[in-house]
C-alpha cells in the first residue's frame, strides 16, 4: 500500500477509537421543555433571576431571530435543523449555589478529573481558609478555572486571590446578579443582537458562560481557563463570554471544550465579546475539541459560534489564538475591529478536519483607527474527506491611514479525498494601507515520512511530528502548559492504529 | 550480518537492480561504488524498506533474521540506518525535538527507557563535541536552509546518537569539504566495533582514505560487477569503470 494510502486509513480509523472524551456523565438534570418560544426564554431569564431589563433583551434578540434565516454561504453542508427539537435549558440538579468545589456533586468533578482539567484547588478550596493564597503546584503559574456543565457554571476557582486585584471572574449569570451595571453597559455592544442568525438565537437563550473584567491597570497573575462540557442528550449549548479589560490591563484566557459522542447532532452557538480600552492586551486563546462524529459523519457538534473583539482604545491589543480539532461542522470567525489609533489585532489558528469534519472558518480584521495593524497565520490541515475552508475578511475603512495587515493561509493535505480552500476578501479604501495576502497548499511528502520511519518513528508519530511542524508558528502563540496539550491533541486527533 | 541473496527490485515497473549478492560479515565495512544510475541509491532504499521499490526475486537477511518483511521503523529498531544521498527537509520541526523522538523510538524498541529533554541534550552534546559540530544545528529545523555540508554532518550526528548495527552511508562524502569529509570518517570509525557494519556508497577514492574498507564492490546496471580490496578503488579513479566494464 502506498504510504499516503496507508496515511488515509490511519487516519480514517481515529474518531471511532480515539475520542477519549467520549463518556457520558450519569447526574440528575434538570431541563426546560423541549422546544423555543418566548415562554422558553422566560423561562430561562426566571431560572437565572434575571432583571427585568435582560429579559428585555432576550425577548427582542428572539423576536428579530424569528424573522432571520440561517445563513447559506458557508462551505458548509448539513441537513436542516429542527429548532424546535432541541433543549435550551439543562442544568445539573443543585439545591443550593456552591460556595466551594466541596459543595459540588461529585460525579461532576470526576467528569472535570476525565477531562484533565486543572481543579487541583479542590484539597485548597476544602481546607483552610486562606490557603488558596499558595498556588496548588510549586512553580507553576496557577490557572483559574470557570467549569460550564451545559447550560451553567458549575464552579469557579481562585476567586478570592482574584478579588483582590479587584479581578471579577465568574459566570456571566452571576455577573448579572453582582454587577449588573458592568453587565448592562457592555453586553451586545460588540456583538449586537441582531449581529447574525446563530448570535441573534444565543442572545434569546443563552445560559451562561464566564465573566471577566480587569480594572485599570491590573496585570492578571494568572491565567483565565473555562471549559465546556456537552454532557445532557438533544440540549444545545449557548454560551456567553464577556470580557472587559480596563485602560492598560493585561489578560490571557483560554476555553477548552468537549462532548460525548452521540449519533445525533448537537448544536454549540455562543457568542464571545472582547473588549480592550487604551493599552490594554487580551490573549484569548481556544482549545476546541467537540466531538467530531464518527467516520461516516455521523453525530458531533454544529460548532456554530460568533466571537468578536473591540480594540476600543489606543495601542489596545487583541490576539486570538484557535487550536480546532473537534466539531462536526464549525463555524467560525473571531474578528478584531480596532477602532483605537495604534491598536493590533492578530488571529492564529489551526484547523484540522479530518474523516467527514467540515470547517469554514478564519478571520475579519476591520481597520479604523490610524496606523492599526493586523496579522493572520493560518494554518489548515484536511485529511481522510475533511473539508476545510479559510474565510477571511481584511477592510481598511478610509480613517485607517498607514494600517497594515500580513495574511499567511498554509493548506496541508493529507490523502486525496479531503479539500482545502482559501477565500480572502480584502476591501481596502485607504491609499497608504498596506495588505499582504500569502497562501500554499502542500502535501506530507512521502519522502519527510520515509526519512522519519527510516529513524526509527511510526507511520503516525511521523505524521504528527511534521504536522506539528507545520503549525508551529501557531502552537508558539498558546500558553506554555496549554501548547503541550494542543500538541498531543494534534497528534490525537490524526492517530490510528497502522496495519 | 547482512546477506543478499539474487535481489531483484523495480521502480515504476523498471527493472533496476538485476540480481544482487553480497555479503557484509559482522565488524567489516564494505564500500559500493558505481556510475550514476547504476541502482546504488536504489539498493539502499531496498535495504530500508521505502514504499515504491517493489521486490521481485531474492532475499535479504539482517542477523539471520528476513529484512524485506519487515517496516521501515522495524528495520531501524533492529539497527539498520541510512544516511540519506539527499536529506528531507523537515519544516517546523526541530532538530533537536527530531533526534531525541528518533532515538526514543530506537530505544523503546530495543527496550531501553526513554530520555528526557535534559538527558538527551547531555548526550547529543558529548556527540556534538566529539564530531565538532556546532550546537546551533540542535535549534534549527531539521534540514531547513542547511547546506549541502550541514545536511551531511546531521546525517553523521544522528548516526552516531542511535549507533546502528548496519550504516549505509549513500555518497554522505559528495559535497564536502575537507574538515566535513573527517567528521563523516570519524563517525564511522568511532562507531567500529565487532558487531557492526557499513556499506559506504561513494564515487570518490579519497573518503576511503580515511574510512578504509574491507571491500570494494563495483555495481553497473543492477549488479555487483567486481569485488576487490581498498586497490580497486584506486584502480577505479585511475581508469574509470571502462576497465570493468571491460572485464565484466
Ligand atoms: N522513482 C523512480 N522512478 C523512475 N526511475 C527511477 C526512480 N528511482 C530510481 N530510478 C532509476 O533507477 C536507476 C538507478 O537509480 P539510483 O538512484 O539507484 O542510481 P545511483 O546508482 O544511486 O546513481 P547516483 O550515483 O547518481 O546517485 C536510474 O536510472 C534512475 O533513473
Ligand atoms: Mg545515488
Sequence with gaps: MPAVTETIDTVQSVTEGTYKWGFETDIEMEFAPKGLNEDIVRFISKKKNEPQWLLDWRLKAFAIWKKMEEPVWAAVKYPPIDYQDAYYYAAPVQKVKPKSLDEVDPELLRTYAKLGIPLKEQAILAGVEGAGETPSDAGRMPVAVDAVFDSVSVATTFKARLEKEGIIFCAISEAVQTHPELVRQYLGTVVPQGDNFYAALNSAVFTDGSFVYIPKGVRCPMELSTYFRINAKSTGQFERTLIIAEEGSTVSYLEGCTAPMRDENQLHAAVVELVALDDATIKYSTVQNWYPGDAEGRGGIYNFVTKRAHCRGRRSKVSWTQVETGSAITWKYPSCVLLGDDSVGEFYSVAITNNRQQADTGTKMIHVGKRTTSTIVSKGISAGRGQNTYRGLVRVAPTASSARNFTQCDSLLIGDQCGAHTVPYIENRCMTAKVEHEATTSRIAEDQLFYCRQRGLSEEDAVGLIVNGFCREVLKELPMEFAVEAQKLLQISLEGSVG | ?248
Design chain 2, 1 to 248: 550480518m547482512l546477506k543478499i541473496e539474487g535481489l531483484t527490485a523495480e521502480v515504476e515497473g523498471k527493472q533496476i537492480l538485476k540480481g544482487i549478492d553480497l555479503e557484509v560479515p559482522a565488524g567489516e565495512i564494505h564500500a559500493i561504488m558505481g556510475p550514476n544510475g547504476s541502482g546504488k541509491s536504489t539498493l539502499s532504499y531496498v535495504l530500508s524498506g521505502r514504499e515504491g521499490y517493489e521486490i521481485t526475486g531474492g532475499s535479504v537477511t539482517f542477523n539471520g533474521i528476513d529484512l524485506l518483511a519487515m517496516e521501515p521503523e522495524e528495520r531501524a529498531a533492529a539497527g539498520l540506518f541510512l544516511a540519506f544521498q539527499y536529506p528531507v527537509e523537515l519544516p517546523g520541526v526541530g532538530n533537536a525535538l527530531f533526534l531525541r523522538t528518533a532515538l526514543n523510538a530506537v530505544r523503546k524498541a530495543r527496550g531501553e527507557p526513554e530520555l528526557d529533554a535534559m538527558q538527551f541534550l547531555k548526550v547529543a552534546r558529548d556527540r556534538l563535541k566529539a564530531l565538532h559540530i556546532s550546537e546551533d544545528m540542535l535549534k534549527r529545523g531539521v534540514n531547513v536552509g542547511f547546506s549541502g555540508g550541514e545536511k551531511k554532518r546531521n546525517e553523521v550526528l544522528q548516526m552516531a546518537l542511535l549507533s546502528p548495527k548496519l550504516a549505509i552511508l549513500d555518497e554522505t562524502d559528495s559535497g564536502l569539504d575537507i574538515d566535513a569529509l573527517k567528521i563523516v570518517a570519524d563517525g564511522v570509525n568511532a562507531l567500529r566495533a565487532p558487531g557492526f557494519s557499513s556499506l559506504v556508497i561513494t564515487h570518490y577514492q579519497r573518503l576511503l582514505d580515511y574510512i578504509v574498507p574491507d571491500k570494494v564492490h563495483v555495481l553497473m546496471n543492477g549488479r555487483i560487477v567486481q569485488t576487490g580490496g581498498p586497490e580497486l578503488a584506486k584502480q577505479l579513479e585511475e581508469s574509470g569503470y571502462a576497465s570493468v566494464q571491460a572485464a565484466a
